[in-house]
């Protein structure tokens, strides 16, 4: 198995930085004044060693002061991925 989780993480970066936001971290440095997004914990799921086709998630937490809170959840929000691309092929969930 290949393990997607650093190109997912590099991708969820590139998506968010893409949307305007210079606030994106995995790691907040000490003393940075709000807003942040933290990209989290990834979890990768396959159903066997060799497959090469995963189910991924990535927890993405923003954190700001009210009411810039709601501006920013309003920045991320359309960013979710309903779906994954795989091979040319189409999968949406929910």
Excluded at 22 to 29: A, G, I, K, L, S
Excluded at 77 to 90: A, F, K, M, S
Aim: hydrophobic residues 40%.
């Amino acid at each position: 198995m290949r393990d997607p989780s650093l190109p997912l993480q590099k991708a969820v970066f590139a998506a968010l930085t893409g949307a305007g936001l210079d606030c994106v971290y995995h790691t907040v440095p000490p003393k940075t004044p709000l807003p942040w997004v933290v990209i989290g914990e990834d979890q990768v799921l396959a159903e066997n060693e060799s497959a090469e086709m995963y189910e991924c998630f990535v927890t993405v937490s923003a954190f700001a002061r009210k009411p810039d809170h709601k501006a920013l959840a309003a920045t991320i929000w359309p960013l979710c991925i309903v779906g994954t691309q795989i091979h040319g092929r189409h999968r949406r969930q929910g």
